[in-house]
């Protein structure tokens, strides 16, 4: 299975920065490298822990921030407040935002189907 990377614009306080993101669908949150959201001037929220695939737990701040996905419109997103070793990740929870899902198959997004349930 190959990678798959989109491109965004992710916004804070009237500044852009254009990010280059690998969509990884295993992971949980979106990650912005520090020289982006150092750029933005975003300021932690909160902290949360994550268990790497070795099994160490590491801590990262955790914030939010407004993105843009072309052709997907704009959504505010919780963001985790990256390290300089850390990538650009576009997580699960902001694919559920815009409403999309990784298409492995033809290594791009595309939108979800929706599940409701009524009551009739």
Same mark, same amino acid.
């Given at each position: 299975?190959?990678?798959? #990377?989109?491109? @965004?614009?992710?916004?804070?306080?009237?500044k852009g920065v254009r990010v280059r993101f690998l969509v990884d669908s295993g992971a949980t949150y979106t990650v912005l490298t520090k020289s982006?959201?150092?750029?933005? @001037?975003?300021?932690?929220?909160?902290?949360?822990?994550?268990?790497?695939?070795?099994?160490?737990?590491?801590?990262?701040?955790?914030?939010?921030?407004?993105?843009?996905?072309?052709? #997907? @419109?704009?959504?505010?997103?919780?963001?985790?407040?990256?390290?300089?070793?850390?990538?650009?990740?576009?997580?699960?929870?902001?694919?559920?935002?815009? @409403?999309?899902?990784?298409?492995?198959?033809?290594?791009?997004?595309?939108?979800?189907?929706?599940?409701?349930?009524?009551?009739?």
């Open positions: 299975m190959g990678l798959v #990377y989109v491109d @965004g614009v992710v916004k804070h306080d009237g982006v959201w150092e750029e933005l @001037g975003l300021k932690p929220m909160g902290e949360v822990e994550f268990v790497l695939a070795d099994g160490t737990v590491i801590k990262r701040a955790i914030s939010e921030a407004l993105l843009e996905l072309p052709g #997907y @419109g704009e959504w505010h997103t919780p963001v985790v407040l990256g390290e300089s070793e850390d990538e650009n990740l576009l997580g699960v929870v902001t694919l559920e935002i815009f @409403g999309l899902v990784l298409d492995p198959f033809k290594r791009e997004l595309r939108p979800a189907r929706g599940l409701m349930k009524t009551t009739h």
